[in-house]
């Protein structure tokens, strides 16, 4: 590997780091790898275009009917290769890189494929999806949360800030579901009785990229409501304190070096 | 072990062998393991007194708050140990019988547990619900359909004859959903990129429980809909005929051995 891969991140206003529960297993996948890369940030208006000018596939199709564009996504300049979703990033830098960490060694495909699935399918999007996006609502920068903002009021027919306020009833039972499905990913960690397991294939295997995904997931309420949020607190102690023990050995992959960030060129 | 295991079973008028989605998992982690064992079949209404005559705990909670005792169920006679639940038996029949073959690995127990709803949640259940109870009502013996008439007509609202007839639009409906929503189950299979593995951890790792969740799925419609019924047609040609390969592979682990079989004693 000669130059650094490029990785476009979704940025927020208080530079807190990467707050998407989707882009966070990106940036944890390159840092597992050790596969060294430079950050650029891409506010929403600027995905599509910028998807279309390096030449990544669109990651699936909007309500209207038009190819949609998401972050993550990578540019390798080494094998002049877009690659947009987190799994197929994952598995081509598997491919590319073989010498580094394996995020979806090839007999746990099928199980991660299903992981995946199974992870996002526990949850009751009618519950998570209006909690999930408030927490990430406040720290956008502004370009970013106008686009938020419209294209989630059109989904969800109310405003954000009637959405599911904070100290409402309505949000209290949101939360009150996903903190129930949560439980639900929790009991596949113990379905053989022993609870101390921090990570899917248990803490003397190594990190996969199923792994990725939950923390990821987790890490993305943290960023976004905050550590000293009560809502993050009721997080960090469910589930035996699980959620938190697992962001806590996934530190050291969450790191964003400022001196690598490049400007968007469009 | 000094005595064969028991293994309670449903039977079915034609004598078919296994037919239920959830005892013959058993029947295969068996038949798998090569653990000795003879069967009882037991009709549905007995199912909740043998239970409790046995000392197995119920699955669940039925609609009307009640316990729910459910088959499979094995009865070791060398631990004096009743266990009900397919999953709850391979983790016994794995940490009971460590010499044979592992059907979840401890590094995969977090993977399996995550399948296992993954690739029931893969499937809408108002359409999968109704075809899977057609395709095994025919197949029942007089008191077990009785019963089964009677507690799935409560649910439904209609009568089995009603339901989804073969023919009729709705159960056209309900089949093509059924067939969409197994093609995203192919897509785990298939998101390396390889079509042509067979098994969840590829066809040189050997076969797992995440296989026998599978298996007995589609080996419940083989059985109950009949080997020349033009739904089993469908089956069998879904995605590059990846079902009709895993049973074929799985044949040898579906034999019921009929000298080996116990009368109920109630």
């Known amino acids: 590997m000669s130059e650094p891969i490029i990785f476009y991140d979704l940025p927020s206003i208080e530079n807190i780091g990467t707050w998407s529960p989707f882009t966070l297993r990106?940036?944890?996948s390159l840092?597992?790898?050790g596969i060294p890369y430079k950050t650029v940030w891409v506010e929403y208006p600027d995905i599509a275009p910028l998807s279309k000018q390096i030449g990544a596939a669109p990651t699936g199709t909007g309500a209207d009917g038009a190819p949609l564009y998401t972050l993550p996504m990578i540019?390798?300049?080494n094998t002049?290769?877009?690659?947009s979703d987190s799994g197929k990033i994952a598995r081509y830098l598997d491919k590319t890189y073989p010498d580094t960490h394996k995020l979806i060694p090839a007999e746990l495909d099928v199980f991660t494929a299903a992981f995946e699935d199974a992870f996002w399918g526990a949850f009751h999007r009618p519950d998570l999806v209006p909690v999930m996006n408030l927490a990430v609502f406040d720290i956008l920068p502004p370009r970013s949360q106008?686009?938020?903002r419209r294209a989630r009021e059109a989904t969800f027919g109310t405003t954000m800030e009637d959405l599911a306020p904070l100290g409402s009833e309505k949000?209290?039972?949101h939360w009150a579901k996903v903190r129930n499905d949560a439980s639900k990913v929790a009991a596949w960690y113990e379905a053989d009785g022993n609870k101390d397991k921090t990570f899917v294939l248990g803490d003397n295997a190594g990190v996969t990229y199923a792994d990725v995904i939950v923390t990821a997931f987790f890490g993305c309420f943290r960023k976004g409501l905050g550590e000293d949020s009560q809502e993050w607190k009721?997080?960090?102690?469910w589930d035996g304190g699980r959620w938190k023990r697992l962001l806590a050995a996934f530190e050291k992959y969450g790191a964003v070096d400022a001196g690598e960030e490049l400007k968007l060129q469009l």
Chains 1, 2 share one sequence.
Do not use: Q
């Open 31 to 33: 840092n597992i790898k």
């Open 171 to 173: 949000r209290a039972n």
């Open 146 to 148: 106008s686009y938020f």
């Open 75 to 77: 540019y390798d300049p």
């Open 234 to 237: 009721d997080i960090a102690a």
């Open 80 to 83: 002049k290769t877009a690659v």
């Open 26 to 28: 990106t940036r944890y």
